[in-house]
């Protein structure tokens, strides 16, 4: 069976640009939730996605975006790109109880 | 203001010895608590979970204890193999809401 898979695994930007990441969830995972983790510190909650309605959001700016499709696989959207957005950008699924399975993450570098 | 802590950066072990992760969260609200394992260049690790309503559960090596009236966990690991040299991170939640508080991380080196 194959785990939270996210695309893609390392990226480069420049200030200002657009990005957007994405991640498939484990098959019968319904809710997505995505997660920042910047060097030294644990992840921190950006979003979560159930059945494609926002359910919670992060202390992030609205320059973070997401939304989850019909098939529940979900995208993370970045505009206008600042360096402090480097960091790696996690995806976790789960069958909407408590324990989130993570992906492998996709490395941010913003330049 | 940080919500979950660990307090200590990184531990050192000896191969066959026990590990213990400790953990302090401030809210007392948040009910459901995890582990995580991380390597480099991947992912966060399930390892174990434990709810409000038990103070301690076993999954083979690993063993998690909650004090509620300290706002403290602890993993225990025995006996500490090489293979279980990583970052590890406490996670916790509350009820109605499946987002997870996580601590800064301790990393764990076992000494073969």
């Known amino acids: 069976d194959a785990g939270v898979t996210q695309s893609p695994t390392h990226l480069i930007k420049t200030r200002g640009q657009h990005v957007t990441l994405r991640c498939s969830p484990i098959s019968g995972h319904k809710s997505v939730s995505w997660y920042q983790q910047v060097l030294g510190q644990g992840p921190q909650f950006i979003f979560q996605?159930?059945?494609?309605?926002?359910?919670g959001r992060g202390n992030f700016p609205d320059r973070f975006s997401a939304r989850q499709f019909p098939n529940y696989s979900s995208e993370l959207n970045v505009n206008a790109l600042l360096l402090g957005d480097s960091a790696l950008y996690l995806c976790?699924?789960?069958?909407?109880?408590?324990?989130?399975?993570f992906g492998p993450g996709t490395r941010l570098t913003v330049l | 203001d940080q919500q979950v802590k660990q307090n200590s950066p990184s531990l050192s072990v000896q191969e066959g010895r026990i590990s213990i992760l400790n953990c302090d969260y401030t809210?007392?609200?948040?009910?459901?608590f995890l582990w995580y394992k991380k390597y480099p260049a991947e992912g966060p690790t399930f390892l174990i979970s434990i709810s409000s309503i038990k103070d301690k559960n076993e999954d083979g090596r690993f063993t998690v204890f909650l004090n509620k009236s300290a706002k403290h966990l602890s993993l225990h690991i025995v006996p500490s193999q090489p293979g279980d040299s990583a970052v590890y991170f406490c996670?916790?939640?509350?009820?109605?809401?499946?987002?997870?508080?996580f601590g800064t991380g301790t990393r764990l080196t076992i000494i073969p």
């Open positions: 996605y159930y059945e494609k309605e926002e359910r």
């Open positions: 996670a916790v939640s509350n009820f109605g809401n499946e987002k997870l508080t």
């Open positions: 976790a699924s789960s069958l909407n109880d408590r324990m989130q399975f």
């Open positions: 809210n007392s609200m948040f009910d459901y």
